[in-house]
């Protein structure tokens, strides 16, 4: 079934790309890609779904290198003409000379490409995540208390930390959030950052003060959760990092491949529906 699939589909891609072989991109400057871009469209009579994924896939292939010769030639001050330039020229080869079905194809296989080396790098980055965590998993948050000045409204966590790792800790990062019985979301919630004067050595416990934005009073029955995502040692070395579960401004390496993978995945999905062959 799969196999007749993929045959259906190369049937016709050569078909779409045999019937409009006449009808090809001409790229040798930014103008005449742009007015070959658009005649191709009328054309192909192409719908808005049609046109925008066509748009979509010649930016997948040659977005990149054309910001970067735009910039280069406003920084110089260069105006190209219609000609254009033998670097304009270099710039858009990978899309000079294709048809409709060509570009799309192309497309796609550079999404899928750059899609299995993000979740493959991912799953390298997640690994060592945790392991990570399992040596963050020895920094025990024994109590953690929330306090507020109402005359300044400036707010803090009391933390007292036990530190079962063999390395001497200097400061913590922590997810933390205000809770509340009977209020399924918590009433506050972010990161906060922890100093200890003199360090935690291994086997001890210390207490330190963070310093939070939050607006809410304490009060007896709110509760603070708080859990190391980050610790330092001697010199503020990182002796151990995992993405923050609450603040997306903390979420690492990690976080910035879930959101590149997302963008991949939604660009190829949209490449995959909006276009005619559907591949």
């Known amino acids: 079934m799969r196999k007749s699939v993929v045959l259906a589909i190369v049937f016709g891609l050569t078909s779409l ?4 072989r006449e009808v090809r991109l001409e790229a040798q400057s930014l103008f005449a890609l742009h007015q070959s871009t658009e005649s191709m469209k009328r054309e192909l009579k192409l719908s808005k779904a049609g046109a925008r994924a066509f748009d979509n896939a010649i930016d997948v292939l040659i977005g990149e290198a054309t910001r970067e010769l735009i910039a280069a030639q406003e920084a110089s001050g260069e105006v190209p003409g219609p000609q254009g330039s033998p670097a304009e020229a270099k710039a858009l080869a990978p899309v000079h000379g294709l048809t ?7 497309a796609i296989e550079k999404r899928k490409g750059e899609l299995q080396g993000l979740v493959a790098e991912l799953d390298v980055e997640e690994a060592a995540a945790a392991e990570q965590q399992a040596s963050l998993d020895l920094i025990k948050v024994v109590r953690a208390k929330y306090g507020m000045s109402l005359a300044t409204r400036r707010s803090w966590i009391d933390l ?10 200097t400061e913590l990062l922590l997810d933390c959030r205000l809770t509340e019985p009977g209020r399924p979301a918590p009433r506050e919630k972010g990161t906060c950052s922890v100093q200890f004067a003199g360090g935690i050595d291994p086997g001890t416990s210390r207490v330190g003060q963070a310093y939070v934005g939050w607006e809410t009073e304490p009060r007896s029955k709110r509760q603070v959760e708080a859990w190391p995502i980050k610790a330092y040692g001697a010199g503020r070395e990182v002796l151990w990092e995992v993405p923050s579960k ?3 401004l903390h979420a690492g390496r990690i976080g910035d491949l879930r959101t590149r993978l997302t963008v991949v995945e939604n660009s190829l999905r949209s490449l995959q529906v909006e276009t005619p062959i559907g591949l």
């Open 160 to 169: 007292t930390v036990y530190n079962a790792t063999d390395q001497r800790l």
């Open 17 to 20: 790309s045999a019937c409009k």
């Open 246 to 248: 609450l603040n997306p």
């Open 100 to 106: 409709h079905a060509d570009v799309l194809v192309a």
